[in-house]
């Protein structure tokens, strides 16, 4: 089974476009193993809280009922370091919650949604 982990751009799109296609590719995806790290929770929670949108944070908890929060765990920290050397040497630029996710689904074996590119040229 595939799992996909969701970046704060996926999981708040449907909040803005319910019924928009990202809303659609992540329903046609039920019975797989969609998550998101703990890292995107915190993003949205931090902007809704920022915001004061109570409507948005219950829309929210009840999304997070129905998917995985994966917590970052081991052997993430080291799939973190290693891309950070690689992309500093390279000369990407990436921001640190997305190199920590960007870990977190490597060390999930997880693809990561929807920087696929990204996520591919760092596996490589």
Same mark, same amino acid.
């Given at each position: 089974?595939?799992?996909?982990?969701?970046?704060?751009?996926?999981?708040? /799109?449907?909040?803005?476009?319910?019924?928009?296609?990202?809303?659609?590719?992540?329903?046609? =995806?039920?019975?797989?193993?969609?998550?998101?790290?703990?890292?995107?929770?915190? +993003?949205?929670?931090?902007?809704?809280?920022?915001?004061?949108?109570?409507?948005?944070?219950?829309?929210?908890e009840m999304l997070l009922d129905s998917i995985t929060v994966w917590p970052l765990e081991e052997p993430? +920290?080291?799939?973190?370091?290693?891309?950070?050397?690689? *992309? +500093? =040497?390279?000369?990407?630029?990436?921001?640190?919650?997305?190199?920590?996710?960007?870990?977190?689904?490597?060390?999930?074996?997880?693809?990561?949604?929807? *920087?696929?590119?990204?996520?591919?040229?760092?596996? /490589?």
């Open positions: 089974m595939t799992r996909y982990l969701l970046d704060t751009n996926i999981i708040s /799109d449907p909040f803005r476009n319910p019924g928009g296609k990202v809303d659609q590719a992540l329903r046609a =995806r039920i019975g797989e193993e969609i998550g998101t790290s703990l890292i995107v929770r915190g +993003e949205i929670l931090f902007g809704l809280k920022k915001n004061n949108n109570v409507r948005g944070l219950h829309r929210f993430a +920290e080291d799939r973190y370091a290693a891309l950070r050397v690689d *992309m +500093e =040497r390279k000369g990407h630029q990436i921001g640190a919650n997305d190199l920590w996710i960007a870990a977190q689904s490597l060390a999930l074996d997880a693809k990561w949604l929807p *920087m696929i590119a990204l996520f591919n040229a760092c596996r /490589d």
